[in-house]
């Protein structure tokens, strides 16, 4: 399994970048996904939400994680295996 993790304003990972407000993801994003799932209340004392855009058929996933105080890109990771990588997530 793979990962990709930017959390620097200097790169973007699908069109993605660090600080990118909320609402912008959607319209920016370029990594093909056929469904999207949110974790609330995840990585930092509960002010975060992850936005998981899945593909099944690539076996797939771009995480990007928001700030709940800011609205902002605060962290974007990439998977190669999305299978694996729930598995560790649920282990």
């Known amino acids: 399994m793979v990962g ?3 959390s620097g304003r200097k ?5 993605i ?8 993801v959607t319209k920016k994003i370029t990594f093909k996904y056929e469904d999207e799932m ?3 209340n995840d990585l930092f004392e509960g002010n975060t939400e992850a ?21 902002r890109v605060i962290g974007v990771t990439y998977y190669n295996n999305m299978k694996q990588m729930t ?5």
């Open 51 to 71: 936005r998981f855009f899945r593909n099944f058929t690539t076996n797939e996933c771009l995480v990007v994680v928001l700030s709940k105080q800011t609205n």
């Open 4 to 6: 990709v993790n930017t």
């Open 17 to 24: 970048g660090i600080n990118e407000p909320g609402y912008n």
């Open 87 to 91: 598995e560790k997530l649920s282990g």
């Open 38 to 40: 949110m974790v609330l």
């Open 11 to 15: 790169y973007k990972l699908f069109g």
